[in-house]
T-cell receptor, first 115, second 113 residues
Framework: SAVISQKPSRDICQRGTSLTIQCQVDSQVTMMFWYRQQPGQSLTLIATANQGSEATYESGFVIDKFPISRPNLTFSTLTVSNMSPEDSSIYLC????????????FGPGTRLTVL | GDSVTQMEGPVTLSEEAFLTINCTYTATGYPSLFWYVQYPGEGLQLLLKATKADDKGSNKGFEATYRKETTSFHLEKGSVQVSDSAVYFCALTYNTNAGKSTFGDGTTLTVKP
């Protein structure tokens, strides 16, 4: 398995501000993924964080709104910029271990509330 | 595109009752199928998986069979416990895009003593 930690675990933010979420993995992984889970809804992939190159964003998500960093093989950050109440969600980091045949491991999530 | 549809919840059962959570999918290729569980206040954990048609995944008394003919992957357990109370997500992914999963909306299960 993989041990994934996220910081902060939760936050309450004001409209128009930005929040950076950190994801730390206990071992090196090639790809890290950021998901959003809106209240009462399913998980939606935001982007794939690639080490050494720009993140790959899914349809409907843009770098200006969700800038991502991936400075090394165990760490990534997701920033939620210029927040609005619609950004209130749980943000989850996940990784795939090459040896685990597509098994995804998820972090505990960051619960964000925007007022 | 691909999609996953789960039965709507919430589902409330008494302890030792039989559980079925339906999951159907539409896919353009031949994905692997997964069930994840999210306990209160925690992240998602893999419950079981099946990588090809007719495979049966099982774990902790839960089972699901990959049915290509009905495009289904229903989750079952013969006797639920209070500790099984959680949100259950059905998901699919392709080997070539590991990590880019398509999830169902989740089904909340509450088991009462």
């Amino acid at each position: 398995s993989a041990v994934i930690s996220q910081k902060p675990s939760r936050d309450i933010c004001q409209r128009g501000t930005s929040l950076t979420i950190q994801c730390q993995v206990d071992s090196q992984v090639t790809m890290m993924f950021w998901y959003r889970q809106q209240p009462g809804q399913s998980l939606t992939l935001i982007a794939t964080a690639n080490q050494g190159s720009e993140a790959t964003y899914e349809s409907g998500f843009v770098i200006d709104k969700f800038p991502i960093s991936r400075p090394n093989l165990t760490f990534s950050t997701l920033t939620v910029s210029n927040m609005s109440p619609e950004d209130s969600s749980i943000y989850l980091c996940s990784v795939v271990r090459e040896s685990s045949y597509n098994e995804q491991f998820f972090g505990p999530g960051t619960r964000l509330t925007v007022l | 595109g691909d999609s996953v549809t789960q039965m709507e919840g919430p589902v409330t059962l008494s302890e030792e009752a039989f559980l079925t959570i339906n999951c159907t999918y539409t896919a353009t290729g031949y994905p692997s199928l997964f069930w994840y569980v999210q306990y209160p206040g925690e992240g998602l954990q893999l419950l079981l998986k099946a990588t090809k048609a007719d495979d049966k995944g099982s774990n902790k008394g839960f089972e699901a069979t990959y049915r290509k003919e009905t495009t289904s992957f229903h989750l079952e357990k013969g006797s639920v416990q209070v500790s099984d109370s959680a949100v259950y997500f059905c998901a699919l992914t392709y080997n070539t895009n590991a990590g880019k999963s398509t999830f169902g909306d989740g089904t909340t299960l509450t088991v009462k003593p």
